[in-house]
């Protein structure tokens, strides 16, 4: 077996994604709480490790279609790199390592229960989910959202109803972003069914459609926010916070407008984590809220 093969099948670069975990650590000001970013490290690697399992798994069930893929026939199971029987003897290995990372946190029980969540999240999108139409973006946005919930568990941070409607919208159009970029690479009808997915070529656009709405659906979120209690006891210059509306406003746009020119990948989190613009308009947001909570 190739071990650069197997941790290449183990997608370590979309591990990037469970940075997600840090999210109300943070929001709840406790970025320099040494204590609270180590319980953020194990949701991390608790959430990496399981993420790693199940792409082994939907790489053994989907190895014949992914032949077929114009880009996903280079994973290392369908190039022939690693066998199924190696991808299913790892999976349970990262299982077994990601739950007992249950045992470093002050009250397990929510965060175990954060773990089962998006596992069976994952298995039902895996097996079932991602063939229906829209339940399988309704099911990536909310496994996206189980990652900021486990921060949560893991920090004991109270959950926020605020981050929590926000993320949905916001992980539902990005969901929707990938989706669309996958059915432009597979416009012919037959092969997207042949791929085992529920959408027709002509479904394109209604996708475009709803997920620039969610997309706007965030900034009302964040604008409607505010003016909430919250905002007032977190910052002392809450108004500052109504600059972060047009930055969200403008990074969604842009998403799709290169989703609809054929320069998004599938997966835009990782482009966003990737692509420098996204990574400023980011900055951007943390300075603004750094000033909305220190400046006099």
Same mark, same amino acid.
């Given at each position: 077996?190739?071990?650069?093969?197997?941790?290449?099948?183990?997608?370590?670069?979309?591990?990037?994604?469970?940075?997600?975990?840090?999210?109300?650590?943070l929001?709840?000001?406790?970025?320099?709480?040494?204590?609270?970013? =180590? $319980?953020?490290?194990?949701?991390?690697?608790?959430?990496?490790?399981? /993420?790693?399992?199940?792409?082994?798994?939907? #790489?053994?069930?989907?190895? !014949?279609?992914?032949?077929?893929?114009?880009t996903?026939?280079?994973?290392?199971?369908? +190039?022939? !790199?690693?066998?199924?029987?190696? /991808?299913?003897?790892t999976?349970?290995v990262?299982?077994?390592?990601?739950?007992?990372?249950? +045992?470093? @946190?002050?009250?397990?029980?929510?965060?175990?229960?954060?773990?089962?969540?998006?596992?069976?999240?994952?298995?039902a999108?895996?097996?079932?989910?991602?063939?229906?139409? $829209?339940? #399988?973006v309704?099911?990536?946005?909310?496994?996206?959202?189980?990652?900021?919930?486990?921060?949560?568990?893991?920090?004991?941070?109270?959950?926020?109803? =605020?981050?929590?409607?926000?993320?949905?919208? %916001?992980? $539902?159009?990005l +969901?929707l @972003?990938?989706?669309y *970029? !996958?059915?432009?690479?597979?416009?012919?009808?037959?092969?997207?069914?042949?791929?085992?997915?529920?959408?027709?070529?002509e479904?394109? !656009?209604?996708?475009?459609?709803?997920?620039?709405?969610?997309?706007?659906?965030? /900034?009302?979120?964040?604008?409607?926010? &505010?003016?909430?209690?919250?905002?007032?006891?977190?910052?002392?210059?809450?108004?500052?916070?109504?600059?972060?509306?047009?930055?969200?406003?403008?990074?969604? *746009?842009?998403?799709?407008? %290169?989703?609809?020119?054929?320069?998004?990948? #599938?997966?835009?989190?990782?482009?966003?984590?990737? #692509?420098?613009?996204? %990574?400023?308009?980011? $900055?951007? &947001? &943390?300075?603004?809220?750094?000033?909305?909570?220190? @400046?006099?």
């Open positions: 077996m190739s071990v650069t093969a197997m941790i290449r099948a183990m997608r370590p670069h979309h591990w990037l994604k469970n940075g997600l975990v840090f999210v109300p650590i929001l709840n000001h406790d970025a320099f709480d040494p204590h609270a970013l =180590w $319980l953020g490290l194990v949701a991390f690697v608790a959430f990496s490790l399981i /993420a790693s399992a199940v792409y082994l798994l939907n #790489d053994i069930m989907d190895v !014949e279609a992914d032949r077929r893929h114009p996903k026939c280079k994973r290392p199971l369908a +190039a022939g !790199e690693i066998t199924a029987t190696q /991808a299913c003897a999976a349970p990262l299982l077994i390592a990601a739950f007992s990372t249950v +045992a470093l @946190v002050p009250q397990p029980q929510p965060f175990l229960l954060s773990l089962l969540a998006y596992l069976f999240l994952a298995l999108y895996l097996l079932f989910l991602k063939r229906k139409l $829209l339940v #399988d309704l099911g990536l946005a909310a496994m996206h959202t189980l990652r900021i919930l486990a921060g949560n568990a893991a920090a004991a941070i109270p959950i926020s109803s =605020w981050l929590l409607a926000f993320a949905m919208f %916001l992980f $539902l159009s +969901a @972003v990938k989706r *970029a !996958e059915l432009r690479l597979t416009q012919d009808q037959s092969g997207l069914k042949k791929a085992g997915r529920g959408y027709h070529a479904d394109i !656009e209604a996708l475009s459609q709803l997920g620039m709405a969610s997309g706007c659906t965030c /900034a009302l979120i964040m604008a409607l926010y &505010v003016d909430s209690a919250n905002v007032k006891q977190l910052y002392s210059q809450p108004k500052l916070i109504w600059l972060i509306c047009p930055i969200v406003l403008y990074q969604m *746009a842009r998403i799709w407008f %290169l989703a609809r020119r054929g320069d998004m990948p #599938d997966d835009p989190l990782i482009f966003m984590i990737r #692509d420098w613009r996204s %990574l400023f308009m980011g $900055l951007v &947001v &943390v300075l603004i809220m750094v000033a909305a909570t220190f @400046v006099p």
